[in-house]
């Protein structure tokens, strides 16, 4: 069966540098997602993109954050200069519409 | 406002004894209603949805629109039922939202 599955599963950083997290959606889903969960708190959304475009996105997806389809098969989230704060685990998701399917996740942790 | 409530933080049952997660929602129109589980390490999966009505690993929950209630329940929770699960409407739009979560710790 299909996954999403992400890379690294671990990434280590210090504040103020650049961080690119990679997915691979399934297939053929048209709607992708990125997703955060700090230590001991809900999973919050972040963004969604559809039609390589950003379709909706929260309040925490500030200026800092981007994300890119750079070909037909990765979805990257970038943080351009990492506070402590965004060390959490970062979930990718993909869905065909509804049911939405996620990956491993990458923890991050920012010193 | 678009809200999903989850009220128990932690919900602790005995082996065998009936487990219900609370689940309410408030929303415009009908949202699709979901509940996903995240097992210890593992990624967050799809437990079940409302309009497939199906019974997941023995959990099953009703749709209560007059409550705006979405409740999970198992009759007889298992060891292997303990876990974190939310509660997540889907509302047509470009995002699942999810609840706050409730761990089920299912005690021998």
């Known amino acids: 069966e299909p996954e999403v599955t992400q890379t690294p599963s671990h990434q280590v950083t210090q504040m103020g540098q650049e961080v690119i997290l990679r997915c691979v959606p399934i297939?053929?889903?048209?709607?992708f997602y990125w997703y955060r969960q700090i230590l001991g708190q809900k999973v919050e959304f972040l963004v969604s993109?559809?039609?390589?475009?950003?379709?909706?996105k929260s309040e925490i997806f500030d200026d800092q954050f981007s994300v890119e389809r750079p070909d037909g098969s990765n979805f990257t989230l970038k943080i351009r200069s990492t506070k402590l704060e965004d060390s959490a685990m970062y979930f990718c998701?993909?869905?065909?519409?509804?049911?939405?399917?996620f990956g491993p996740g990458t923890r991050l942790t920012v010193l | 406002a678009q809200r999903v409530t989850q009220p128990e933080k932690l919900l602790s049952v005995f082996k065998g004894a009936p487990v219900e997660l609370k689940c309410n929602y408030s929303?415009?129109?009908?949202?699709?209603l979901f509940w996903y589980v995240q097992y210890s390490r593992q990624r967050l999966q799809l437990l079940l949805r409302?309009?497939s009505r199906e019974s997941i690993k023995g959990f099953t929950a009703d749709l209560n629109k007059g409550e705006t209630s979405f409740h999970l329940k198992k009759p007889f929770a298992q060891e292997e039922d303990s876990a974190m699960y939310y509660c997540?409407?889907?509302?047509?739009?470009?995002?699942?939202?999810f609840g706050a979560g409730t761990r089920l710790f299912v005690k021998a």
């Open positions: 998701a993909s869905s065909p519409q509804g049911i939405t399917f």
């Open positions: 297939s053929n889903h048209l709607y």
């Open positions: 993109f559809y039609n390589n475009e950003i379709s909706e």
């Open positions: 929303y415009s129109g009908s949202p699709e």
């Open positions: 409302h309009i």
């Open positions: 997540a409407p889907y509302t047509g739009g470009f995002k699942t939202i």
